[in-house]
């Protein structure tokens, strides 16, 4: 089925490991992004895709690394996690605005993957 | 930098009933969009509906609407005719007109009474 995928859909880790999760997306959006949802804070962006091969930071950028080699995927890496990481993690993708009164910029959400650093 | 609040971190509604999910958010720019989210417990999230700034018009969605005030910032959600269903977590975001990226707010939980 077309849409966005992310996987794991649940991780539990230990601290100071390395973990990638994925997302895929069907729909050869440009757009992509990396959100993470905390009690009290609702989402706040961790890091953005424009386009393949470029990316840029967000609110929270700090331990993530991301990649986009190809424009339907796009990995975040917790290089060395940390309690502080567990969250809930949305991927989500987007065309920019075509103009007028379209909605083509809408974002679509992946189903998230819950992320537990012990 | 935008910011939104969502001073509500829980509601409650009886079934039929109507309720109203507050807004506010704070900005610079005179060109903007404001969207209301919906997450069940399922975690996906869901457009419930878009409003531009630069439209006077409040959106309205089937049982969905908005009270979008311009000059005091506020962008509140109404749900009518309230369904069981639409007990969920709420969340109100902005997007800058020409950007990409959405600030949330830290939501409101809507409770459904039958």
């Known amino acids: 089925d077309a849409g966005i995928t992310q996987s794991p859909r649940y991780k539990i880790t230990e601290t100071g490991r390395q973990v990638t999760l994925m997302c895929h997306q069907t729909w050869s959006h440009s757009y992509m992004f990396w959100y993470r949802q905390d009690l009290g804070h609702g989402l706040r962006l961790i890091y953005y895709?424009?386009?393949?091969?470029?990316?840029d930071k967000g609110e929270v950028p700090d331990g993530y690394v991301v990649s986009r080699s190809k424009t339907e995927n796009f990995p975040l890496t917790l290089e060395s996690a940390t309690r502080s990481q567990t969250s809930v993690y949305f991927c989500a993708s987007s065309e920019p605005l075509a103009g007028g009164n379209d909605h083509t910029d809408t974002q679509y959400f992946g189903p998230g993957t819950r992320l537990t650093v012990l | 930098a935008q910011t939104v609040t969502q001073s509500q971190p829980e509601m409650s509604v009886q079934e039929a009933e109507t309720v109203t999910l507050s807004c506010t958010y704070d900005t610079s720019e005179s060109d903007y969009y404001l969207f209301w989210y919906k997450q069940p417990p399922s975690r996906q999230m869901i457009l419930v509906i878009r409003q531009e700034a630069y439209k006077q018009q409040n959106a309205t969605e089937n049982r969905f609407s908005v009270n979008f005030q311009k000059a005091a910032k506020s962008f509140s959600l109404k749900i009518s005719d309230s369904q069981l269903g639409d007990a969920a977590m709420y969340f109100c975001a902005y997007r800058s007109l020409y950007g990409n990226k959405l600030v949330f707010g830290a939501g409101t939980i809507l409770r459904v009474k039958s």
């Open positions: 895709s424009a386009a393949a091969d470029i990316t």
